[in-house]
C-alpha cells in the first residue's frame, strides 16, 4: 500500500518567488493536511481539505493558499516567498477523522528560500 | 485555545533504560491526544493515541502512555530503549471534531539511545 507522496522533496527557491508543493495521499483518503515544521516555531498546522473543500485553517498569512482536487490529491501555493518560509513542510492524509484513523505523515518537503 | 509543553527538549537515556518523555495539555474540552514520532529527514509516524475509552494506551514499538485528567498529562514510556528509538518525539492534541482535523504540537523531544 502506497504512503503519502510528497514532491518534491527539496526545493531552493529565491524571495519573491512563489511555489507549489504537492501532496498525494494514500488511496482512499479524503482528507489532507498541511503543516509547517521549523526549528524556530516547531509544528503548525496550515491548512485542511475534505473532499476538495477547506475545512480548517491555520494562522499563516494569505500568501499561503492551497487547494484539494476530485481525486484528492492536494497542493499548496505560497507566494511572494520570504526567508522565513524556509521550513518542512509536511503533509498528512486520513480516511475521515483523525480520531478514528489518525494521520499518516508524509516525508515531506523541504523548502529553502535564499 | 490549546497548548501542549513537553519537558525537555533532549532526553539521554542508556540502551536498556526506561524512556519517559512527559507531556502536558491545556485544552477547554475532552483532548484527543497523540504521540508522534519523527527520524531524521523523515515524516512523523503515529506511535500511539487517546481518544475515549481506556486511559493506559498502548502504541507501537513498545511505546504507552497513560491519561491523567487531573493531572493533565499524557506522558510516554517505554520499559526497556533500544538504539534504534533514538529519535524526536512530538506529543499532540485536538480538542475534537469541532476543530476539525487539526493538532496542535508541542515542541518536541529528541532523544538520544546511549550503548
Known sequence: KAGVTQTPRYL????GQQVTLSCSPISGHRSVSWYQQTPGQGLQ?????????????????GRFSGRQFSNSRSEMNVSTLELGDSALYLCASSRDGLFNYGYTFGSGTRLTVV | AQSVTQL???????????????????SSV??????????????????????TGATLV?????????????ETSF????????MSDAAEYFCAVSDGKAAGNKLTFGGGTRVLVKP
Open chain 1, 12 to 15: 531552493i527557491k529565491t524571495r
Open chain 1, 45 to 61: 498546522f496550515l491548512f485542511e481539505y475534505f473532499s476538495e473543500t477547506q475545512r480548517n485553517k491555520g494562522n499563516f498569512p
Open chain 2, 8 to 26: 525537555g527538549s533532549h532526553v539521554s537515556v542508556s540502551e536498556g533504560a526506561l524512556v519517559l518523555l512527559r507531556c502536558n495539555y491545556s
Open chain 2, 30 to 51: 475532552p483532548p484527543y491526544l497523540f504521540w508522534y514520532v519523527q527520524y531524521p529527514n523523515q515524516g512523523l509516524q503515529l506511535l500511539l493515541k487517546y481518544t
Open chain 2, 58 to 70: 498502548k502504541g507501537i514499538n513498545g511505546f504507552e502512555a497513560e491519561f491523567k485528567k487531573s
Open chain 2, 75 to 82: 506522558h510516554l514510556t517505554k520499559p526497556s530503549a533500544h
